[in-house]
């Protein structure tokens, strides 16, 4: 029976007619969408399993998981109404549905054609990553072993192991050697060919025949011994080892693609099924075999020399360089051609010099998550605990960075500069010690670090990286102002909730009053429990002396379109802001443009003093009370300067918005024109 996650998750983005497509990555759902406009990404990333959303172009929409995204993904294809999606659609399969769907709503941006490489790219490797993430544990285990002398270097040069540790040593070989297989089953599928075509294709150049005609009499040895050249029918083939290639599986998957499409446009249906395949593979393992795989072979190893002469020429530029660059190439696409090239240099090189440098990038990004759950337990706010929790735990362990990328990194711009001064840091240390290398493919976690040659310098570098990202988020915050007051307004309401269900009786918000400042009032019901609810009404007065103005005509999208909240906004004739009723301060802004109230009633209020006033940085705002305070009606929060904030060109109008409205049944206007202090502005009334 499928979970009420996966439920929430369909509804979330338009139901189950809505989706046109949907497949998944090591850590995310990406679905293709008839329409991706109307989506509510707040109300996506509220559900319980959700780490983030992500809007891309072409109608496509993520949903970032972490490691838990098969089993929701499994779920999802289990719900009645996904029935028909699993079986023609939701498999991934239906490759042309989707490009149709895509096609029909126009252009997919200016880029469209570099995202869906990169995102093609993506697909050919997403469904091996755990394969390649078990393998890479075994290399390490490997490594391990000789680095604490138990057995010798398992990857020197005529090293000879044990029977048993060669058993051993095998458990990882099966992944890298028969990769390319497996990459051309993956990009022949995404691309729209028949997969098992792809792979027979590939696999004919891995045969160990193949191999043995670059060691027949007449062969010439080329490219530094890694190849030979033999005559076949008069044209020269190149014979390589294609173990852990996967440049040529890639070519030759697109030309096949390619190949199908023309193939079917001229054989008749009721045959294809016999001579599509026959012919594929008529023409392409010749072109593979005598072009495409040397092609591919040439090109992967120009890139990776191209790379090696810069890590030669400096490799502290080099392992300053990687590291920084990494966080911007991740959210592209662009790192998978590095995964890549990094196989392409165990295979020709025997060692890798990027996974050291790109570790200081991954520590500083777990570093800068470990800054916001330490901020989010001490905040406590539940939600961004629970997803720091889950991305710091993929990441130190799994060394997979995307959960905390697309769950918080690229959510709040405030972290992404505190990460870059770890990745800096990470890099000068990686620099100053001459690089670092590893002879395998290894996924950088706390789990792989005995993987690297010089393990002191890696694990002293991915340390400064970790705690500077840590210690600058914690330090600085990663939140703006209002995300800041959203969620201290939640987490009071939680508790407040909490507190009402284990005192087991209503809430009743006391009258006050003060000068002319009206009372924010409540009634509560008298019955014979303690537990029945009748209905509660507060008026919240207005805070400030101005002429109200709709909360839709408020010059600012966040507040006029409700994301913060329902409320009204006033355009300020007075230069007070005062409390509008008795409750206590949660949060109050050095900068006076913002501040956060939980009324007695348990209605949760956010002022906000004119629109991008932040800006001013507390010029202009005199702030009377700070975060805790108590407050009762009429106790002024700030006096601010009008000249100041118009002189700077920004608007005086104030939002005054109940951030916690699910809590009751309707948060209405209760006043037009002009209102003075405490006057009746806001009707709340309880569900």
Not at 285 to 292: G, V
Not at 563 to 581: E, L
Request: net charge neutral; charged share 15%.
């Amino acid at each position: 029976m499928a979970s009420k996650p996966a439920a929430e998750i369909i509804e979330s983005i338009g139901g189950a007619g809505n989706v046109v497509g949907l497949t998944h990555c090591a850590t995310r759902l990406r679905f293709q969408l008839k329409d991706a406009s109307g989506i509510d990404q707040k109300a996506v990333e509220a559900i319980p399993v959700v780490l983030g959303a992500v809007p891309q172009t072409g109608e496509r929409y993520q949903v970032v998981i972490g490691g838990a995204v098969e089993t929701v993904y499994n779920d999802i294809m289990a719900l009645p109404e996904m029935k028909k999606l699993g079986s023609d659609r939701g498999s991934g399969d239906s490759v042309a549905d989707m490009k149709a769907a895509g096609k029909a709503k126009g252009p997919r941006g200016k880029f469209a054609g570099l995202d869906t490489f990169f995102e093609v790219l993506s697909d050919s490797f997403r469904p091996i990553l755990g394969a390649l993430l078990g393998a890479s544990l075994f290399i390490t285990f490997m490594a391990l072993m000789a680095t604490l002398g138990v057995i010798p270097a398992w990857n020197a040069p005529g090293v000879t192991l044990d029977p048993s540790w060669q058993f051993v040593n095998l458990m990882w070989q099966g992944v890298f050697v028969f990769l390319p297989l497996m990459v051309a089953y993956n990009a022949s599928k995404r691309m729209g060919a028949d997969p098992w075509v792809g792979f027979g294709i590939m696999a004919v150049v891995m045969l160990p025949g193949f191999t043995a005609l670059g060691k027949t009499d007449g062969a010439e040895s080329v490219f530094g011994g890694h190849a030979s050249v033999v005559q076949i029918f008069g044209l020269p083939l190149t014979v390589f080892d294609y173990s852990s290639q996967v440049f040529p599986p890639l070519l030759m998957a697109g030309v096949l693609a390619a190949l199908t499409v023309l193939l079917k446009k001229i054989i008749p249906s009721s045959v294809q099924l016999i001579f599509v395949p026959f012919i594929s593979m008529l023409i392409m393992i010749p072109l593979t075999a005598f072009l495409i795989g040397p092609i591919g072979v040439y090109g992967g190893a120009g890139l990776g020399n191209f790379l090696k002469s810069i890590n030669d020429f400096s490799p502290f530029i080099f392992a300053v360089v990687i590291p920084l660059a990494y966080p911007f190439m991740v959210p592209l696409g662009l790192h998978w051609p590095l995964n890549a090239i990094m196989l392409l240099n165990i295979q020709s090189l025997g060692f890798d010099f990027i996974q050291g440098p790109m570790g200081a990038w991954n520590f500083a990004c777990f570093g800068a998550t470990a800054g916001v759950l330490f901020l989010a337990i001490r905040e406590k706010d539940r939600l961004m605990k629970q997803t720091a929790t889950g991305a710091l735990a993929a990441g130190l362990l799994g060394g997979i960075s995307e959960p905390s990328l697309y769950g918080i990194h690229l959510r709040f711009k405030r972290i992404y500069p505190r990460m870059l001064i770890g990745c800096l840091v990470g890099g000068v240390i990686i620099g100053l010690g001459g690089g670092v290398k590893t002879s395998a493919f290894v996924f950088t976690s706390l789990l792989t670090i005995p993987a690297f040659n010089n393990i002191p310098l890696y694990t002293i570098a991915i340390a400064a990286a970790f705690f500077t990202a840590m210690i600058l988020v914690i330090l600085s915050g990663y939140q703006t102002p209002e995300q800041k007051a959203e969620v201290a307004a939640q987490v009071a309401a939680d508790e407040a909730e909490a507190s009402k269900k284990s005192a087991h009786v209503a809430p009743v918000a006391a009258p006050v009053s003060a000068g002319t400042a009206h009372a924010a009032t409540a009634t509560a019901p008298s019955t014979g429990t303690a537990t029945a609810l009748a209905t509660l009404l507060a008026t919240i007065g207005s805070p400030v002396a101005g002429i109200v103005i709709p909360l839709e005509e408020v010059p600012d999208p966040v507040f006029s379109k409700g994301i913060v909240g329902p409320g009204v906004g006033v355009d300020p004739t007075g230069d007070t802001v005062y409390a509008p009723a008795a409750g206590k301060v949660m949060v109050a802004q050095p900068t006076g443009h913002a501040f956060g109230l939980l009324l007695d009633s348990g209605v949760e209020l956010l002022i906000h003093v004119g629109i991008d006033t932040v800006n001013l940085a507390g010029k202009g705002f005199d702030v009377k009370v700070a975060a805790g305070d108590r407050v009762e009606a009429g106790t002024p929060l700030v006096t601010f300067d009008r000249a100041v904030i118009e002189a700077a060109g920004y608007s005086l109008v104030t939002p005054v918005l109940v951030t916690n409205a699910k809590k009751f049944g309707s948060v209405d206007q209760a006043a037009s024109g002009h209102v003075e202090v405490g006057s009746p502005l806001i009707k709340v009334a309880a569900k």
